[in-house]
């Protein structure tokens, strides 16, 4: 019975930790993502169109559920917007 | 473990730089624009992140909140150490971040960090590749020893078994040799070689025990007689007294018999190399022609003398001295009345000669092969007192100094030819 006690601490310990919650990330949310096209309909300037094609597409991932997709695509749109396209 | 250090260890490195330099620009755009120009930066840094990676908090007095996207403080971030690392739970499955944090002043804190489960993924493929590659690399090393180990099994067994048979006792025993001439032939040609000294040295040990055993057997059991005789005939004091002397005397000449056997054995052992100094011989011959001229004029005979000013070379005076005085003791015994023994020795290229000639009957051919064995005398000398040591002795001086002796008659073709000894050193 001897190993009982640190297999004991151990499950305390496991069992801690489950109960801890982790950080998070917020900018996975589909909130994040309407942020980011209204910062991306926001940008002064001209923009192309493909650019603007690639916003769309990443609004409407949102939409239908692909948040972290539409939110790439929302970003890649605005990096291009920001380097003048 | 280079391996590793060069490629995981490096994409830490590279996570760790580029979240150091983030915060560093992020402190420089405070201290420009203040903190609503940091809040406007790091927006702008999350809005373009396509990779989706990185991590900030920026958290006011009183925790307030000013911008990032991690949803709360981490207790990690509270401790000792600026570097933390904590778990993430990012879309329902649970990641790592690595964060680094910044006292900004006046209550403000900040967390700057990477999502690092990408790189440990890469880390976690790269290191499984090392162990792979590490295990078939030890793998093959072990395969490889064991292959080698039996490959020289192979070829030292010869040598073992060879070595197992003399240990034995059985000296006749030889390693085979291949044709292949390699490391291991010449090793066990040279193990060959080495047990065939072996045995001409102990067939020589067994021969001067025998002539050991011979010779000293016949001088002692002459002193016996000669004192057993004088015990029985004797009839006074002075007679018993002379055949005392008598027997001392002879005992003298056996001792110094043995004398000379040790000192042979001595100088063949080397133990006497340690004792080489430059020296000219030159004043030491002149010094035994000295002594030797007078001890021939005694018994009318002639010694001529032919030494250069100087004889420069490397080796133990003494003995070298004791070498010619031998070969004069030989030349003048077997010189008849009325003859000549010459001491002559000269400098070569790279040699040295001393040479010492008589008048004497000389030596046959076969007798010079022996010529050297102890004990060995020549028919011719039967008759003429001496131990046979004294060839012996010259010639393991000569040894002993890389040199060599040569016998050849003094007068070619004559009826008595006499006998040339030359003791020829080198001087490099």
Known sequence: ?85 | MVLWWNTAGALDRQVDAAIRADATALMERLEAGGMPAVVAAIEDRMAVDVQNETLYLLLGPEDRRLAGNLSTWPPEANGEFSWIRIPLQRDGAVSEARLFRVDVGGGTRMLVGRDVAEKLRLRGLLSEGIAWAASASAGFAVLGAWLLRRSLERRLSPIYRTARAISSGDLTPRVPLSERDDEFDKLGATMNAMLDRIAQLMEGVRGVSDAIAHDLRTPIARARAKLEESLHAAHDEDSLRAAVEQGIADLDAIARVFQAVLRIAEVEAGARRAAFAETDLAPVLADIAELYGASAEAREQHLAVDLPDALPLVGDRDLLAQAVVNLLDNALKFTPEGGTVTLSARLGDDFAEIEVADDGPGMPEADRLRAGERFFRADAARTTPGSGLGLSLVRAVAALHRGEVLLRDTHPGAAAPGLTVALRLPTA
Not at chain 1, 46 to 66: F, K, S, V, W
């Open chain 1, 1 to 85: 019975m001897l190993w009982a006690g640190p297999l004991l601490v151990i499950f305390a310990t496991s069992a801690g930790w489950a109960d801890e919650v982790p950080v998070r990330v917020t900018t996975d949310s589909s909130a994040y993502c309407a942020e980011l096209a209204t910062r991306f309909a926001a940008q002064p300037g001209p923009r192309a169109e493909e650019t603007a094609i690639m916003a769309e597409d990443g609004r409407r991932l949102c939409d239908t559920g692909h948040v972290r997709s539409g939110i790439a695509k929302l970003r890649r749109a605005l990096r291009a917007v920001q380097a003048g396209g």
